[in-house]
């Protein structure tokens, strides 16, 4: 069932966004050589402590803050100490925040010291597919408009596109429905089924997962989490919340300042 949020809850979920865009501005400077994945999502954790909040994915049960994913990890890293960060990494990280129970979630892929061009085209590419999302997510289209407009950009630059993860509802609990895939069919050609006119109330978590090569996955059977990719080529992974209007979309965790490794 989509549950379409009303102007106190949109506030209370827009708090909780701004939030964590402060948090990014924080941590994403700190993620440099040598530091543990570990390191990263203890930052985390006090950040939202310190501010009143708590991390969203607890309520998911995962072992961590963040979802810190490096390279040819897709989604869902399991903060370690001994995933060490690399010179030339695509280090992702997942965030969400609870916020007096208003929960928001975004993804920034930071550039680690000297990466490959190869691996920068892969991040500018889907960060115009977030943006193209953004763009399709208007009240009176349907939500495979937005996978459309993903999927596109990734396949007109060759890349792979992640079709068993897709975006969400967000914003009262971390997954809600609808479904936001990114692609408009599975590979064997079955569709994704329901296809729901977007509609003002509506807050959604778009979430572009971009593979360099295939975009087939599997899930790490050492920890039960962590997506990879089935040929071990890198990935990136971007991702906001938005609040849908009746005249317009508002990105809840824009956040305009980022550093520049970002």
């Known amino acids: 069932m989509i549950r379409l949020k ?35 999502d203890t930052w985390c954790f006090e950040f939202m402590k310190d501010h009143g909040g708590s991390p969203a994915w607890y309520k998911e049960d995962f ?15 399991v903060p370690s100490k001994k995933r060490i960060v690399r010179d030339g990494d695509l280090v ?37 597919c977030l943006n193209a999302g953004i763009m399709a997510c208007v009240a009176g289209n349907r939500i495979k408009d937005i996978s459309k407009a993903v999927f596109d950009v990734a396949d007109k630059a060759g890349y792979g596109v992640v079709y068993d993860y897709c975006g969400h509802g967000v914003g009262l609990d971390v997954h809600e429905d609808p479904s936001i895939p990114n692609c408009l069919s599975y590979p064997d050609g079955r569709g ?9 109330g509506m807050v959604l978590a778009i979430e572009p997962m971009i593979n360099l090569g295939t975009p087939d996955v599997y899930t790490d059977d050492r920890n ?25 979309t508002e990105v809840l965790t824009e956040c305009l300042d980022l550093p520049p490794n970002c």
């Open 92 to 128: 992702s990280l997942d965030i969400g925040i609870d916020l007096n129970g208003y929960i928001s979630d975004s993804t920034h892929t930071v550039m680690v010291g000297n990466v490959r061009p190869e691996y920068k085209k892969l991040v500018r590419t889907t960060r115009e």
């Open 63 to 77: 072992p961590g803050a963040a979802c810190i994913s490096i390279n040819e990890e897709v989604i869902h890293g």
């Open 6 to 40: 009303n102007e106190k809850e949109i506030d209370g979920i827009r708090q909780s966004c701004h939030l964590l865009a402060d948090l990014f501005r924080t941590i994403i400077p700190m993620v440099k050589p040598g530091v543990s994945t570990k390191e990263i």
């Open 192 to 200: 994704y089924g329901a296809n729901p006119r977007i509609q003002a």
């Open 224 to 248: 039960g989490w962590t997506v990879i990719t089935a040929d071990g080529k890198r990935s990136c992974h971007e991702e906001h919340t938005v609040a849908v209007f009746a005249d317009h």
